[in-house]
């Protein structure tokens, strides 16, 4: 199955991120996916430049919005302004009308203006003064956040991150990776050069193509099986919900044809569980003691305990 497209894209945003190659495959996922992604980790390790180097690398409109406790919803919807020329009111759009929009550090924000991006995420369209509007496509939310123990942030509601196709963990880059960091700087050089390699119509063929890659009747059973795992585990507060498990399936879909197959595998599956359902379960563990690593340990045992398709 030809996958040049997939490869320009993902080989245009390695010349400037210079992480881990798998944050990068993800974050192709939530796109092809026609999903919105999460990226969650310490400040400095590379979220902001992995979601700029995505949109500069697509001939389309982007949009960046920086999230802060004094933002209202106004600031990322729009607002009308009164013309005296027509003595009408006029809308202006806000930030949110664009096709990549990367909301930075979505979690310093207050719930309240958290919230306006929720009909966007869900229906890509937004409700203004009795009016909706429809967002082009293509439309995908890149958030950035750093982690809740850090001073200033905010808590994102179960309600808006279950709308999130997947949540990324940057992580410290290898020791050669930051190497060439240090050498190079991509972000304050490679960056402002980056050249678009593909355009906004390219990327709706590949969205559509998505849903099309097959799927087995046994790894229809397995996606079920795991998620059905989720809610009826012991060491669970909250499993995923049916959102979540066609999240799995659309997830897989779009990692099938990132590796340029037209079907669905269980290593798909497997790949895709941990990036899609970490974030939409709560253990009990975690809300006892707060240990963020113990919905990790619980989602890996079920991999590990649910039998494989053949």
Known sequence: MANQPIDRLRDNIRTVFLGH??????????????????????????????????????????????????????DVLGVSVFDSKSGQFQFKQGPVFANIVLADEINRTTPRTQSALLEAMAEEQVSVEN????????????????????????????NQLDRFLVRIAVGYPERASEHRILTMQPARNALDKLEPVMGAKEVIELQDRSPSVKLDASIVDYILDLITATREHDDLHLGVSPRGALALTQASQASALLNGRDYVTPDDIKAMFMPVCAHRVISKTYLHNGDSNATERVLQSILDRTATPR
């Not at 999460?38 to 920086?66: H, M, W, Y």
């Open 21 to 74: 190659p798998r944050a990068v495959d993800l974050l192709l996922v939530g796109l092809i996916a026609r999903g919105h992604v999460l990226i969650e980790d310490v400040p400095g390790v590379g979220k902001t430049v992995l979601a700029r180097s995505l949109a500069r690398s697509i001939d389309c409109r982007f949009n960046r919005i920086q999230l802060t406790p004094d933002l209202l919803p106004s």
């Open 131 to 158: 009016h909706t509007i429809p967002l082009e496509r293509p439309f995908m939310l890149v958030a950035t956040q750093n982690p809740f123990e850090f001073e200033g942030t905010y808590h994102l509601p179960e």
